[in-house]
């Protein structure tokens, strides 16, 4: 069961975890789920390397684990970044822009990288890692809430094609 939560869960998780930060820009989901919603990940992060560390040694897959290895601190400073409004004496707004762009652009690189090695899917990652690039531009332009979400929206898409791409057809 592990296994097949391992290879599936990821195509559940990433459009779940974009709708919820859409959710957050637009007042519908509060910061404190957020908050949780960022811890809960750090360990779902850990929990998926450690069960796939051997699984993901060459290939796309390293490229991947790389992904994977440099987005859990990423998403600590995020964890941080949440403590910090609550009165951790740190500076909460560029910690929370570290996890936010992180987790838009580190995933962009993977999807390129995946690109240009994969066959039959090959222009599905492309098309991910432009709206992750697109969607990265709309959220750094917006103005409203309403705005930054639609960017956030477009990596959403992006991210989900991508990691539909890995699950569902390969």
């Not at 559940?12 to 811890?39: K, R, T």
């Not at 987005?71 to 970044?81: K, N, R, W, Y």
């Not at 240009?116 to 917006?142: E, S, W």
Request: with cysteine.
């Amino acid at each position: 069961m592990f296994r097949t939560v391992r290879a599936n869960g990821p195509a559940l998780l990433v459009p779940a975890a974009w709708i919820v930060v859409g959710g957050a820009v637009v007042g519908v989901v509060s910061e404190h789920a957020l908050f949780v919603a960022h811890v809960v990940m750090s360990l779902l992060l850990v929990a998926f390397l450690v069960g796939s560390w051997g699984e993901m040694a060459t290939g796309v897959l390293r490229a991947w684990k790389t992904v994977i290895l440099a987005g859990t601190p990423v998403t600590l400073a995020g964890v941080v970044g949440f403590l910090a409004l609550d009165g951790l004496a740190v500076p909460a707004e560029p910690l929370l822009a570290v996890a936010l762009y992180g987790w838009i652009l580190l995933p962009a690189a993977g999807l390129a990288y995946t690109g240009r090695r994969a066959d039959a899917t090959a222009r599905a990652y492309d098309v991910g890692a432009v709206c992750c690039l697109a969607g990265a531009v709309g959220v750094a332009l917006a103005g409203r809430p309403i705005e930054m979400a639609a960017g956030l929206g477009v990596v959403g898409v992006g991210q989900t094609i991508g990691i539909a791409a890995a699950t569902l057809v390969e």
